[in-house]
């Protein structure tokens, strides 16, 4: 009973961060949709938290119908002329409507109107980021350790490109360090890349070039990534450990260069995988979010609410490819029908969300292939 017990209660340390973290993400992801909607006059028939039978709900002024459903695994806004949740057009009911209901419908309303709708959903994500990451920075600031190279691995790159004991590293590619962890961050997602780094050395600055190497690690919650190292250690107990304090609008800046940072990163490591430079292992799911966001929560609230900013980013990111189904295929439409001056066809509309929809679940297929792989290598080291 005891066993059964703890294995519910570790079920829970899952499950509860993990849907607190999505539901955070998907609110704000479709109220960006239904807030632009509301204001262009376009009539919202649902805004559904999750998916399938409805738990409970209750219709507001306007008419729309807000919802909690069975399956927290998303959510929507349906639009008056849609079909579905994907905002596919029902083409029939929209020739029933009268003039006045044509009117209010998501399909009538100028390119730009639609555009702007379809936009904010990923735009609420990357705002929901930068507003995370501010109210952290103001109210807890940022631990910053100099970015001070106290120990070198024999043959590591950081040797190999010149490095010494020592140095103070003030710049990769242009972009200012100010600590350790900055460095660590660039680094690990630039394996195999070349980095021009400028170098505090004495009283003077010098010019490094390194190439960081790949290396499987394990994180402090036992999960192996395979990042990029340069072979450089900070030894922390010699000093240079300082709270950087923010103000609100620093605050702000700076959330903002974090969520660029955030999409920097995701845009790189997917146009690695897409020329063959990277493996496409890294790429997770919802069994990976969820057991991510356990192992975060494990470290308090504050640690919870930074995963859920850099969650936002992902999948505001993620909407914006050009996938029909997704935000980003809705518009590149919408670019077809700017430059040629007419929208696509219905058929071909048709066929861009079937093929649309099957890319999108072989990517869920594929992501949950490596969720349970991720998983199976987890419990095989740990036997």
Same mark, same amino acid.
């Given at each position: 009973?005891a066993?059964?017990g703890?294995?519910?209660?570790?079920?829970?340390?899952y499950?509860?961060?993990?849907l607190f973290?999505?539901?955070i993400?998907?609110?704000f992801h479709e109220l960006?949709?239904f807030?632009?909607a509301? @204001?262009?006059g376009?009539?919202?028939?649902?805004?559904s938290?999750g998916?399938g039978?409805e738990?409970?709900?209750w219709n507001d002024r306007?008419g729309?119908?807000?919802r909690v459903?069975a399956?927290?695994?998303?959510g929507y806004v349906k639009?008056?002329?849609d079909?579905?949740a994907?905002s596919?057009?029902?083409?029939a009911a929209?020739?029933a409507m009268s003039e006045?209901?044509?009117?209010?419908?998501?399909?009538a309303?100028?390119? @730009?109107?639609?555009a702007?709708?379809?936009a904010a959903g990923?735009?609420?994500?990357f705002i929901?980021?930068?507003?995370?990451f501010a109210v952290?920075?103001?109210l807890y600031?940022r631990?910053?350790t100099?970015?001070?190279?106290?120990g070198?691995?024999p043959g590591?790159?950081?040797?190999?490109?010149g490095?010494q004991?020592g140095d103070?590293?003030?710049?990769?590619?242009?972009?200012a360090?100010d600590?350790?962890g900055?460095?660590?961050r660039?680094v690990a997602?630039?394996?195999g890349d070349?980095?021009?780094?400028?170098?505090k050395?004495?009283?003077g600055?010098?010019?490094l070039?390194?190439?960081p190497?790949a290396?499987?690690?394990?994180d402090r919650?036992?999960?192996?990534q395979?990042?990029?190292?340069?072979?450089?250690?900070?030894?922390?107990?010699?000093?240079?450990?300082?709270?950087?304090?923010?103000?609100?609008p620093e605050?702000v800046?700076?959330?903002?260069?974090?969520?660029w940072?955030?999409?920097?990163?995701?845009?790189d490591?997917l146009a690695?995988v897409v020329?063959?430079r990277?493996?496409?292992?890294?790429?997770?799911?919802?069994?990976?979010m969820?057991?991510v966001?356990g192992?975060?929560?494990?470290?308090?609230?504050?640690?919870?609410?930074?995963l859920a900013?850099v969650f936002s980013?992902s999948?505001g990111?993620?909407?914006l490819?050009?996938?029909?189904?997704?935000d980003?295929?809705h518009?590149?439409?919408?670019?077809y029908e700017?430059?040629?001056?007419?929208?696509?066809s219905?058929?071909?509309?048709?066929?861009?969300?079937?093929?649309?929809?099957a890319l999108?679940?072989?990517?869920?297929?594929?992501?949950? @292939?490596?969720d349970i792989?991720h998983?199976?290598r987890r419990?095989?080291?740990d036997?």
């Open positions: 009973m066993m059964i703890d294995f519910g209660f570790g079920l829970l340390g499950v509860v961060p993990f973290v999505l539901t993400i998907v609110f960006g949709h807030l632009v509301r @204001w262009c376009v009539r919202v028939d649902t805004f938290l998916f039978r738990l409970f709900g306007h729309t119908r807000w459903a399956i927290p695994l998303g639009f008056a002329g079909e579905n994907a596919v057009p029902d083409r929209i020739e006045d209901e044509r009117r209010g419908s998501f399909v309303k100028p390119l @730009w109107q639609r702007a709708v379809v990923p735009v609420a994500n929901l980021a930068i507003v995370i952290l920075l103001t600031g631990p910053v100099e970015a001070r190279v106290d070198l691995e590591g790159a950081a040797a190999a490109a490095f004991v103070v590293i003030l710049s990769i590619d242009g972009t360090i600590s350790f900055g460095v660590q660039i997602s630039s394996a070349t980095l021009a780094m400028t170098v050395r004495g009283e600055t010098v010019q070039t390194v190439v190497q290396r499987e690690v394990q919650f036992g999960n192996t395979r990042i990029g190292v340069l072979g450089i250690r900070r030894d922390v107990q010699s000093g240079g450990v300082t709270v950087r304090r923010y103000s609100v605050a800046v700076e959330g903002a260069r974090e969520t940072f955030v999409v920097d990163r995701t845009a490591y690695k020329m063959g990277e493996s496409a292992d890294q790429l997770g799911g919802t069994i990976r969820a057991e966001s192992q975060v929560a494990r470290e308090g609230f504050v640690a919870l609410l930074n900013a980013v999948i990111l993620l909407n490819l050009p996938v029909p189904m997704l980003g295929g518009l590149a439409f919408y670019a700017a430059v040629v001056r007419r929208p696509l219905a058929r071909a509309q048709d066929i861009g969300f079937r093929i649309g929809l999108v679940l072989m990517l869920m297929v594929f992501a949950t @292939w490596n792989m998983l199976t419990m095989l080291a036997s």
